[in-house]
């Protein structure tokens, strides 16, 4: 690639290793999309820490194995790769040379923290409603939607015994008032943490601001073709009769013929 990119063949390395190893974590990423197991959704971060520290020490050290560190002196177009922002604002400020292309970094950065951010809420959104656990009130009054029993112990059991019938029946667990409220709160700020990824791009060398882009960037462009693959069976899947009643009555009718 030197040949072609000049100075900045070691970037597009950099980019072109991200993205190998995306490809190969693929499979981990498909099954915590599914929900397989819930380990199944930390692994393919737990298993890309190893990869970040190795980039960020190799653009950090002067020295490797007692010689000096040459890829130090490799360039994102004027930009050292093991250089900070700090650095760029010492050499000409936020709009000199490494300026520029440290500010372009934080512009891509943060486009693919506001796609994350908005696909976040739109999902949050479009999850189906968890029903409130309702609860019987004392003496055998009425039942009152997520709230607490006083001295309720029998209406308690009756609870529990209902909430055990509705988990064997498939339906959703019931979730108090109090409980959503807090779902609700903690689902608004998650979507936001993405934007932490532009903090830790300002601190760390551009060489591992680079690689943080590229697998964010992988990440919510592969979280958005799974949910687009996962949308369209859900589509084809309700009218072809392949689930649901549909295909019971189609299926009925070809045999009655």
């Known amino acids: 690639m030197e040949p072609v990119l000049a ?36 692994l393919p971060t737990l298993l890309q820490l190893p990869v970040f520290f190795v980039m960020y020490r190799a653009f950090s050290s002067s020295e ?14 004027a930009a050292p ?34 796609w994350s951010a908005v696909r976040g809420r739109r999902a949050a959104a479009a999850a189906p409603a968890v029903p409130v656990l309702p609860v019987a009130g004392p003496r055998g009054g009425k039942a009152v939607p997520g709230k607490a029993v006083p001295g309720g112990a029998k209406g308690g059991s009756r ?26 709160r903690v689902g608004g700020v998650l979507p ?5 990824t532009l903090v830790t791009a300002a601190v760390v060398p551009l060489a591992a601001g680079l690689y943080l882009l590229t697998t ?8 958005a073709w799974l949910q687009h693959r996962k949308d369209r069976a859900a589509r084809v899947g309700g009218t072809d ?17």
């Open 159 to 184: 609870g529990a015994r209902a909430g055990v019938g509705a988990g064997r029946a498939g339906a959703p667990a019931a979730l108090s008032a109090e409980q959503q409220a807090a779902m609700r």
């Open 241 to 257: 009769g392949t689930d649901g009643t549909g295909g019971q009555v189609a299926a009925a009718g070809r045999v009655a013929g």
């Open 81 to 114: 790769l093991g250089s900070r922002w700090a650095d760029a604002l010492g050499e000409g400020g936020p709009f000199g040379a490494q300026g520029l292309v440290f500010l372009g970094l934080f512009a891509a950065v943060g486009v693919v923290a506001a």
């Open 216 to 223: 964010t960037a992988w990440s919510v462009a592969e979280r």
């Open 64 to 77: 490797v194995a007692g010689e000096a560190n040459e890829l130090l002196g490799h360039r994102l177009f």
């Open 7 to 42: 100075e900045s063949a070691t970037a597009a390395a950099i980019v072109l290793f991200t993205v190998l190893v995306r490809l190969a974590l693929h499979p981990l990423s498909r099954a915590a999309f599914r929900g397989a197991t819930p380990v199944a959704g930390c």
């Open 192 to 196: 936001l943490l993405s934007f932490g």
